[in-house]
């Protein structure tokens, strides 16, 4: 980890420019941003333009001495690739740039998610990631392991278990085991929630697109918000009681990110998950950055990724409070909203648009329920959506949309 009275680790980003690729000035501008968050600092930029990366060495001999010089005279400790290097490409660079340490994007990230981890349940999947990503690596990365602080050694780095695969393989096995038993509650909890029939609804976004923020916002609960990327990990579900009375789940899970690790979203399925069984997806939208619309594409992708394609979807294009323009559309979206999660503007549009979806999925339910069968009536309340009551003399005269479960025990009731 990390010493905070130490000065910030000096790196030399590196990239392969492949045709076809984004723009790779702005691909480091976020692995700088990564490097920032996990404690390093940028001193350098290395672009190589190339048909495809080296398989042995990621850039060619070529570039190689140049980073070596660069490196010198910059006083870097290191490098860091944006993408995801394959073992032999980690062996065979980190043994030509000796004694510069090398990481690649997927250790910036997991690095800070071993560090913003908080809950049980993060810790255990952040381990597993990153022993997952380490065991394929052990020979490139031994030789980093006698130093305990750095980008890249948090979390398992310290606990010398990557020397010995036979270790990492048992604990493993023992992390894979625990979040098992954690998926089992999660899905107690899914269970419990169904009963209810409240319905859902799951935020995702790219980070820092301000997820958490309107999470508060809505709920008026106090989630990290913090302008960073990652701030948040954990998956947090907050209830929200709209002007109608109907009670709606919010959650907020771990942001996405170009290039997300593919043992992250393994290992944090269980916690993804939760927006696989959401009736709604509401997606997040930094609309003053200019990458937008690249970002918002690697949202959906991510979701295509995890099975998740065929839910509503709501698109925000938060932060307008930064900005004058015309209204931002999705035209993948079943509704587009222009947003500050900050401010407040825009919120009582979007409520509308969750609460008018919600009732496109259930029943429209009119009649008379009588006094002696008052639970229904707060069922409807806490499960439904309450358009108008009226006590007349037969009972209570409800109009409301009910979930189809609660319609059919309302079915005697109502207006024939």
Do not use: W
Request: proline residues 3%.
């Amino acid at each position: 980890m990390i010493n905070n009275d130490q000065s910030p680790e000096k790196v030399i980003l590196v990239c392969v420019a492949t045709e076809g690729s984004e723009d790779p000035e702005i691909l480091l501008d976020e692995l700088a941003e990564l490097v920032e968050t996990a404690g390093g600092t940028e001193v350098g930029r290395v672009i190589q333009n190339r048909e495809n990366a080296s398989p042995a060495t990621y850039v060619g001999k070529g570039k190689i001495e140049e980073i070596r010089a660069f490196a010198t005279e910059a006083g870097a400790a290191g490098i860091v690739c944006d993408d995801e290097l394959s073992p032999s490409q980690m062996r065979n660079l980190s043994e030509a740039l000796e004694p510069l340490r090398v990481l690649d994007r997927t250790m910036v990230i997991l690095d800070i998610f071993a560090d913003h981890a908080s809950s049980s349940e993060g810790k255990l999947e952040v381990e597993l990631a990153q022993l997952k990503y380490r065991a394929a690596r052990i020979r490139a990365l031994a030789g980093s392991y006698d130093r305990q602080y750095g980008l890249g050694m948090r979390g398992p780095g310290e606990k010398k278990l990557e020397t010995d695969r036979r270790l990492i393989r048992e604990r493993i096995a023992v992390l894979t085991n625990e979040l098992k038993n954690v998926s089992k509650t999660r899905e107690i909890t899914r269970t419990l929630r169904s009963r209810k029939s409240l319905p859902l609804v799951s935020i995702v976004g790219y980070t820092n697109a301000g997820k958490s923020t309107l999470l508060n916002k809505l709920t008026g609960s106090e989630v990290l918000e913090e302008d960073k990327l990652f701030a948040t990990l954990d998956t947090t579900v907050r209830s929200y009681i709209s002007a109608t009375g109907q009670e709606i789940l919010f959650s907020d899970t771990v942001g996405f990110i170009r290039k997300l690790p593919h043992h992250l979203v393994e290992a944090f399925k269980s916690t993804l998950d939760e927006a696989r069984y959401a009736d709604i997806i509401l997606q997040v939208a930094d609309a003053s950055d200019p990458e937008i619309r690249a970002k918002m594409r690697v949202v959906r992708d991510t979701l295509r990724q995890l099975g998740i394609s065929d839910k509503p979807i709501i698109t925000v294009f938060n932060k307008c409070d930064k900005l004058h323009l015309a209204d931002l559309k999705d035209p993948e979206a079943d509704a587009s909203i222009m947003i500050s999660a900050k401010t407040g503007m825009g919120l009582d549009l979007l409520t509308q648009s969750v609460e008018k979806i919600i009732s496109e999925s259930r029943h429209c339910f009119n009649g008379i329920i009588p006094y002696t069968h008052g639970s229904l009536v707060s069922d409807i309340r806490t499960r439904g959506q309450l358009l108008s009551e009226e006590y007349v003399a037969e009972g209570i005269k409800i109009s409301a949309y009910v979930p189809p479960e609660l319609a059919g025990k309302l079915k005697e009731f109502e207006d024939r």
